[in-house]
């Protein structure tokens, strides 16, 4: 699949501020006045800005309303109905928590379901894609989830529920890996069956139908991320993983902090640019390729 | 709606015999002219005459060499456009209601005018029959040429898709696959027509007619025995010949 900038940033930043926003709807920290207002700020921006990201890679960005209206069977549009009651519900709590010191508790707790909500809903755009059999798996919301309350401790400055989360994180993702490793060939799907022309022989491309490219190659076809596979792995375990948790796991000073923070933001990008990258849609098996 | 409606009796469809295309693209040239000037957004081509020609098409034709164990290998034309499947998860993952499957004849269409052009009908696609148009930003299919199929402007005979009505050699048939009385569904039922990737249960309604399997050829020339070719045991004067050529200089061992 091909990694899509906008869609790579809306679901590592998204991601981290919906996290975030949990743990501040779950009242893990309670920040009023001007620190809940920087508090509240920096979710905002980042499940926000990824949102936003998000919208740049559509054909008719300024149609987007429509895709809250068929939330009974499309993901993609209960999550943008589950963001705006998440982001909506939270500015009340933070509201309150900004002007008047007050903690609504219920309406926290409600915020931070949603939040998580979003997170999932996401996740469900790709596991419902039968078309990519490394996606459809139950490790695909459980991974987007686990990053986003790893990710938002991280940023909530929770060490030990930061550290925890994200040795499991970590663990989660070598087993996603190693699982989705074998799924294409485990789904039944081949040029045979593509085709229909198994029961004659061994089927081979011979031919493409263009001597160029075209928007499904373009799309579907990326063979970049699988040829350095095991070195973005490693990158990833070590960047999004590995070093925040040393890091936290130090003597507590601002600058291992944030620089925990950068190093997983690093870490996340590259294991969403694999996500995406290492996917393989069963539509390239017409071309010979995946 | 984004909701498959309940299964529609009438599901029109084509029929592909793979046993009878010749692999020409007249199929892909008449489909792309009649729908970038028909139903839609045009079908735009980017640097058409440039170094990286590239360009929306709604049906295109792939050839695969199949290998059997034993004989020759075959070569296997295959055009490929949207199946109109009946359990369609192109139109299912829609967030807007753009993409839908017509009650009436099953027909899976866009409505250009709510597509955002997220992509995501493509991705759930199987068989790469949708294309989102690189200039108008919009998801682009095959509409079964739903605005010649009911014309009444047309003559009777152009009544059909443009892909059908062009191909010199009767290798695509349209028709309600719904109907098993249909020319096109006792077709299927007599070549044994099949579906493809049937382990996606999208219950596509398009059938493709496998290639009738390759005659055999016996050894039949009767004087294939007086023309055996040159030597090969080295004997006589060829084998003096090639002993002679090959010891001089640069002479082939």
Same mark, same amino acid.
Request: with cysteine.
């Given at each position: 699949?091909?990694?899509?900038?906008?869609?790579?940033?809306?679901?590592?930043?998204?991601?981290?501020?919906?996290?975030?926003?949990?743990?501040?709807?779950?009242?893990?920290?309670?920040?009023?006045?001007?620190?809940?207002?920087?508090?509240?700020?920096?979710?905002?921006?980042?499940?926000?800005?990824?949102?936003?990201?998000?919208?740049?890679?559509?054909?008719?960005?300024?149609?987007?309303?429509?895709?809250?209206?068929?939330?009974? %069977?499309?993901?993609?549009?209960?999550?943008?109905?589950?963001?705006?009651?998440?982001?909506?519900?939270?500015?009340?709590?933070?509201? *309150?928590?900004?002007?008047?010191? #007050?903690?609504?508790?219920?309406? *926290?707790?409600?915020?931070?379901?949603?939040?998580?909500?979003?997170?999932?809903?996401?996740?469900?755009?790709?596991?419902?894609?039968?078309?990519?059999?490394?996606?459809?798996?139950?490790?695909?919301?459980?991974?987007?989830?686990?990053?986003?309350?790893?990710?938002?401790?991280?940023? #909530?400055?929770?060490?030990?529920?930061?550290?925890?989360?994200?040795?499991?994180?970590?663990?989660?993702?070598?087993?996603?890996?190693?699982?989705?490793?074998?799924?294409?060939?485990?789904?039944? %799907?081949?040029?045979?069956?593509?085709? *229909?022309?198994?029961?004659?022989?061994?089927?081979?491309?011979?031919?493409?139908?263009?001597?160029?490219?075209?928007?499904?190659?373009?799309?579907?076809?990326?063979?970049?991320?699988?040829?350095?596979?095991?070195?973005?792995?490693?990158?990833?375990?070590?960047?999004?993983?590995?070093?925040?948790?040393?890091?936290?796991?130090?003597?507590?000073?601002?600058?291992?902090?944030?620089?925990?923070?950068?190093?997983?933001?690093?870490?996340?990008?590259?294991?969403?640019?694999?996500?995406?990258?290492?996917?393989?849609?069963?539509?390239?098996?017409?071309?010979?390729?995946? | 709606?984004?909701?498959?409606?309940?299964?529609?009796?009438?599901?029109?469809?084509?029929?592909?015999?793979?046993?009878?295309?010749?692999?020409?693209? !007249?199929?892909?040239?008449?489909?792309?002219?009649?729908?970038?000037?028909?139903?839609?957004?045009?079908?735009?081509?980017?640097?058409?005459?440039?170094?990286?020609?590239?360009?929306?098409?709604?049906?295109?034709?792939?050839?695969?060499?199949?290998?059997?164990?034993?004989?020759?290998?075959?070569?296997?034309?295959?055009?490929?456009?949207?199946?109109?499947?009946?359990?369609?998860?192109?139109?299912?993952?829609?967030?807007? $209601? !753009?993409?839908?499957?017509?009650?009436?004849?099953?027909?899976?269409?866009?409505?250009?005018?709510?597509?955002?052009?997220?992509?995501?009908?493509?991705?759930?696609?199987?068989? $790469?029959?949708?294309?989102? +148009?690189?200039?108008?930003?919009?998801?682009?299919?095959?509409?079964?040429?739903?605005?010649?199929?009911?014309?009444?402007?047309?003559?009777?005979?152009?009544?059909?898709?443009?892909?059908?009505?062009?191909?010199?050699?009767? !290798?695509?048939?349209?028709?309600?696959?719904? +109907?098993?009385?249909?020319?096109?569904?006792?077709?299927?039922?007599?070549?044994?027509?099949?579906?493809?990737?049937?382990?996606?249960?999208?219950?596509?309604?398009?059938?493709?007619?496998?290639?009738?399997?390759?005659?055999?050829?016996?050894?039949? +020339?009767?004087?294939?025995?007086?023309?055996?070719?040159?030597?090969?045991? $080295?004997?006589?004067?060829?084998?003096?010949? +090639?002993?002679?050529?090959?010891?001089?200089?640069?002479?082939?061992?």
């Amino acid at each position: 699949m091909h990694p899509a900038n906008s869609v790579i940033l809306f679901n590592t930043f998204s991601g981290l501020g919906f996290g975030l926003l949990f743990w501040l709807g779950m009242g893990v920290i309670v920040p009023t006045g001007t620190s809940a207002f920087i508090w509240f700020a920096i979710a905002y921006l980042f499940a926000v800005g990824g949102l936003i990201a998000s919208t740049f890679h559509l054909g008719h960005p300024e149609r987007a309303i429509k895709a809250f209206s068929q939330w009974k %069977t499309s993901w993609l549009s209960r999550e943008g109905v589950c963001a705006v009651f998440a982001l909506i519900v939270m500015a009340i709590y933070g509201a *309150g928590l900004v002007f008047a010191g #007050a903690r609504l508790g219920i309406t *926290g707790f409600i915020g931070a379901i949603a939040s998580l909500g979003v997170v999932f809903t996401t996740s469900m755009i790709y596991t419902q894609m039968k078309t990519v059999p490394r996606w459809r798996h139950w490790t695909t919301p459980a991974m987007y989830l686990m990053l986003s309350l790893g990710g938002g401790a991280l940023l #909530a400055g929770q060490i030990k529920i930061a550290a925890v989360l994200l040795i499991a994180g970590g663990i989660l993702q070598m087993f996603a890996w190693g699982s989705g490793d074998t799924r294409f060939k485990a789904s039944g %799907t081949t040029m045979e069956s593509a085709t *229909g022309l198994g029961h004659i022989g061994t089927v081979r491309a011979f031919e493409p139908p263009h001597t160029g490219t075209n928007y499904l190659m373009r799309e579907f076809i990326h063979q970049v991320g699988r040829k350095h596979v095991e070195k973005l792995r490693i990158i990833t375990i070590g960047l999004a993983f590995l070093l925040p948790v040393v890091l936290l796991i130090l003597p507590f000073s601002h600058v291992f902090a944030a620089l925990a923070v950068v190093s997983h933001i690093a870490g996340v990008l590259t294991l969403r640019w694999l996500f995406f990258a290492q996917a393989e849609h069963v539509v390239g098996l017409y071309y010979g390729k995946r | 709606m984004t909701q498959l409606p309940p299964l529609s009796a009438k599901k029109l469809g084509l029929v592909i015999d793979l046993d009878t295309c010749v692999g020409c693209h !007249a199929c892909v040239v008449s489909c792309k002219g009649w729908n970038t000037e028909n139903y839609g957004a045009p079908l735009s081509d980017q640097q058409a005459y440039g170094a990286n020609p590239s360009g929306t098409f709604l049906n295109r034709v792939h050839s695969f060499e199949v290998q059997p164990e034993q004989g020759e290998a075959q070569l296997i034309h295959f055009p490929k456009s949207c199946l109109h499947c009946e359990d369609a998860p192109c139109v299912t993952v829609c967030p807007t $209601g !753009a993409s839908y499957k017509r009650t009436e004849d099953g027909i899976v269409l866009v409505n250009e005018s709510d597509c955002i052009g997220c992509g995501l009908c493509a991705w759930a696609c199987p068989y $790469g029959a949708r294309e989102l +148009d690189a200039k108008e930003g919009v998801m682009k299919k095959c509409t079964l040429c739903v605005d010649r199929i009911y014309n009444e402007n047309l003559p009777e005979e152009d009544r059909q898709p443009a892909c059908v009505r062009t191909c010199p050699a009767g !290798a695509r048939h349209f028709g309600d696959l719904g +109907d098993e009385n249909s020319d096109v569904s006792q077709l299927v039922a007599e070549r044994g027509g099949f579906d493809l990737m049937p382990e996606q249960g999208t219950k596509p309604v398009n059938k493709y007619l496998p290639p009738r399997p390759k005659d055999e050829m016996p050894e039949f +020339d009767v004087l294939a025995p007086y023309l055996e070719p040159v030597a090969q045991d $080295g004997k006589g004067f060829v084998g003096w010949l +090639d002993k002679a050529l090959s010891a001089m200089p640069g002479g082939a061992k």
